[in-house]
Nanobody, 124 residues
Framework: QVQLVESGGGLVQAGGSLRLSCAASGRTFITYAMGWFRQAPGKEREFVAAIMWSGGSTNYADSVKGRFTISRDNAKNTVYLQMNSLKPEDTAVYYC?????????????????WGQGTQVTVSS
């Protein structure tokens, strides 16, 4: 089992920044990649960014490229999502997820473990 705990969400004005953290515990050695997804009310969960524990390769959704940065601290088993130039359309619950296979997958079904989510609200 792998446990994931997100933190860092909150309310911010448009143009502002937030940094989300995802702390992984348990059998983290079985995970190859970590992803961030988000879900707004009435919408499907969508891919935001992903990173490989080994090597640090990354992948981003087009909607966040150039504004968001995913990173990881292997020693702390923690993944971060730095979000800059936030827009009202970034408002959603943000989820951290762990994948048990190689590759920067973008569909939720390819991730095995999920955190409880953290709310990000961007006001205009």
């Amino acid at each position: 089992q792998v446990q994931l705990v997100e933190s860092g969400g909150g309310l911010v004005q448009a143009g502002g920044s937030l940094r989300l953290s995802c702390a992984a515990s348990g059998r983290t050695f079985i995970t190859y990649a970590m992803g961030w997804f988000r879900q707004a009310p009435g919408k499907e969960r969508e891919f935001v960014a992903a990173i490989m524990w080994s090597g640090g390769s990354t992948n981003y959704a087009d909607s966040v490229k150039g504004r968001f940065t995913i990173s990881r601290d292997n020693a702390k088993n923690t993944v971060y999502l730095q979000m800059n130039s936030l827009k009202p359309e970034d408002t959603a619950v943000y989820y951290c997820a762990a994948r048990l296979a190689v590759g920067l997958a973008i569909t939720p079904g390819e991730y095995r473990y999920w955190g409880q989510g953290t709310q990000v609200t961007v006001s205009s």
